[in-house]
């Protein structure tokens, strides 16, 4: 029987150091260079010469000094991101995804958050992110107020925005990546007019947010092409509990026979919309019809299961840092991503069909 000792990290070196770019070549029988160029994925190097490297790394447990790299070649490896905070679902996942995104591109990442949302906090901290060093930086910030921060930034820096917003002037500096928010309200109040509702409400986002303004303007523009009734419900946050009031504000429309159908602008309003009609003893969808926006993970298991707008979080992510890495193109068309309908148990054809 052979028994073969692999060395753990940092056995076998003076003083139990741990193992360096030498000890990777001295065990792979290859060159400094040859090294450096299997960790940089080079081109040019044979197969049998890289596996040969890779293994040495495998036994040896090696793990690259991405600090001392930095400092050798000026280069921090860091994504800044800058949003707006964890408590918004859109958000917190996005960042999540562009993390995941960068790290597996080698990057590191330093997220800044808001506490206040207007251009001067947003100035401040895009100012604290570049102090930091960071090679380009990723906002993820749908609000207006703070997107004009940039306008006075003069960064030098490339620049992403994940923000819905479609006015983009001609100077602004930042790249932007977005779900396409306008056509994901234009499925959303597509799927109710199909099944015959003309009386969709609809339970609209806070002011300032891109993200808000554009589901409002998707539902109306599906509403004005049907010769529809416009019936706006506007909601104080995208929470749950803002959902409830403007629930409770149409039960009567909806006894009435004045409301069938509801599109709530994120699935935490249509959460407190749907906990206001039960209360009200409303059945979904019998009653009425509800659909919401973000196909969250507790959609699927609310009574009854919610009908809703999908955001391809993951896409985003990989989206902008694409466009981060990229950031020296000329191209600054906006990357749009379209979202996808979930239809599930919450909608049906009204009464009257």
């Known amino acids: 029987m052979t028994v073969v000792n692999i060395a753990q990290p940092g056995q076998g070196r003076p003083g139990n150091r741990p193992p360096s770019m030498a000890d990777v070549a001295a065990m792979a029988g290859v060159s400094h260079q040859t090294v450096s160029r299997v960790l940089n994925d080079h081109p040019n190097v044979r197969a049998g010469t890289r596996e040969q490297v890779l293994d040495a790394i495998r036994q040896l447990g090696y793990r690259r000094n991405r600090a001392a790299r930095a400092l050798a070649t000026s280069h921090s490896s860091t994504i800044g991101i800058l949003t707006i905070g964890s408590e918004f679902f859109g958000p917190q996942s996005t960042v999540l995804a562009i993390e995941a995104a960068a790290r597996a591109q080698g990057?590191?990442?330093?997220?800044?958050?808001?506490?206040?949302?207007?251009?001067?906090?947003?100035?401040?901290?895009?100012?604290?992110?570049?102090?930091?060093?960071?090679?380009?930086?990723?906002?993820?910030?749908?609000?207006?107020?703070?997107?004009?921060?940039?306008?006075?930034?003069?960064?030098?820096?490339?620049?992403?925005?994940?923000?819905?917003?479609?006015?983009?002037?001609?100077?602004?500096?930042?790249?932007?990546?977005?779900?396409?928010?306008?056509?994901?309200?234009?499925?959303?109040?597509?799927?109710?007019?199909?099944?015959?509702?003309?009386?969709?409400?609809?339970?609209?986002?806070?002011?300032g947010w891109f993200d808000a303004t554009e589901r409002q303007i998707g539902w109306q523009e599906k509403m004005l092409e049907a010769k529809?009734?416009?019936?706006?419900?506007?909601?104080?946050?995208?929470?749950?509990?803002?959902?409830?009031?403007?629930?409770?504000?149409?039960?009567?429309?909806?006894?009435?026979?004045?409301?069938s159908a509801v599109f709530a602008a994120n699935d935490y309003l249509a959460t407190g919309v749907l906990r206001a009609f039960w209360e009200a003893d409303l059945e979904v969808p019998t009653?009425?019809?509800?659909?919401?926006?973000?196909?969250?993970?507790?959609?699927?298991?609310?009574?009854?299961?919610?009908?809703?707008?999908?955001?391809?979080?993951?896409?985003?992510?990989?989206?902008?840092?694409?466009?981060?890495?990229?950031?020296?193109?000329?191209?600054?068309?906006?990357?749009?991503?379209?979202?996808?309908?979930?239809?599930?148990?919450?909608?049906?054809?009204?009464?009257?069909?």
């Open 287 to 353: 009653d009425v019809s509800v659909i919401g926006f973000d196909d969250l993970q507790i959609s699927n298991f609310l009574i009854p299961s919610l009908t809703t707008v999908r955001q391809p979080f993951r896409d985003v992510g990989h989206a902008a840092l694409t466009e981060l890495l990229d950031g020296a193109t000329a191209d600054k068309t906006p990357k749009v991503i379209v979202p996808t309908l979930v239809i599930r148990a919450s909608t049906a054809p009204p009464k009257s069909s």
């Open 228 to 259: 529809a009734p416009i019936i706006e419900v506007p909601a104080e946050s995208w929470q749950a509990q803002s959902g409830y009031e403007a629930g409770k504000r149409l039960v009567d429309s909806v006894r009435a026979g004045e409301v």
């Open 107 to 207: 990057y590191f990442v330093t997220v800044t958050a808001l506490d206040r949302y207007d251009a001067y906090s947003a100035s401040e901290a895009l100012n604290h992110l570049v102090d930091q060093g960071v090679e380009g930086v990723v906002m993820v910030a749908p609000f207006e107020k703070v997107i004009e921060a940039l306008d006075d930034a003069g960064l030098t820096i490339p620049v992403v925005v994940v923000a819905a917003r479609t006015n983009v002037p001609d100077s602004d500096p930042a790249h932007y990546v977005y779900v396409d928010q306008r056509e994901g309200a234009r499925q959303a109040t597509g799927h109710l007019l199909s099944l015959g509702h003309r009386k969709i409400a609809h339970v609209s986002g806070p002011t």
